[in-house]
């Protein structure tokens, strides 16, 4: 019985379906199996999923050219209104420039980036998500010679490796100090200067 479970569970994929939805067709395909022992054979089954240890440890690197940097536009809550901020981190060293918009349009974007280039001194490449893929940042690193990958969606950071794995931990990490500063402070507004 244990074995004809296995291959309908595991290689067979009946497991997938749920519960109540592998007993029924356990049954359907073998009535003189009984509920409870099929019920007791699933239990099992968790309890050895969830207690199995990984052995596998996969350490993925991101790296990348010298000056290449991952951007994103982090939105806090400041009193009673949305702020964005604008995120740069440096892939390499992991070293954050972060710049207020007053709106996020692309004027305001490109003078940021500006302020950057003029700090870092040349920038090689941005990775970023599909919102700076626009007619004024392209047109801005086609002239300046910035490799510029925006293959990200918006909302997907995730699918196919996370490719802004970087900023993501960075966008996470000051969501959690500012809320801490909330909690500590009572302050909800905090003052950001650009």
Request: proline share 2%; net charge positive; aromatic share 10%.
């Amino acid at each position: 019985m244990d074995k004809i479970l296995n291959k309908l569970y595991y290689d067979d994929k009946l497991g997938i379906a749920g519960k109540n939805n592998f007993i029924k067709k356990v049954r359907e395909l073998h009535p003189d199996f009984k509920i409870k022992n099929i019920t007791e054979w699933l239990n099992n089954q968790s309890i050895n999923q969830v207690n199995t240890t990984i052995t596998k440890q996969y350490n993925y690197k991101i790296t990348a050219n010298p000056k290449s940097f991952q951007i994103d536009i982090m939105y806090f809550k400041r009193g009673d209104t949305q702020t964005p901020l604008l995120l740069f981190v440096d892939i390499l060293s992991r070293k954050l420039w972060a710049f207020v918009l007053s709106k996020n349009t692309g004027d305001n974007i490109l003078n940021c980036i500006d302020q950057l280039d003029h700090e870092v001194k040349g920038i090689n490449s941005f990775i970023g998500d599909n919102e700076f893929n626009n007619k004024l940042m392209n047109e801005y690193c086609e002239k300046h010679n910035i490799r510029l990958d925006t293959s990200v969606a918006k909302t997907e950071h995730i699918s196919a490796g996370n490719k802004l794995g970087v900023v993501d931990h960075v966008c996470r990490t000051l969501r959690e100090l500012i809320n801490r500063y909330y909690e500590i402070t009572g302050n909800k507004k905090i003052i950001l200067k650009m």
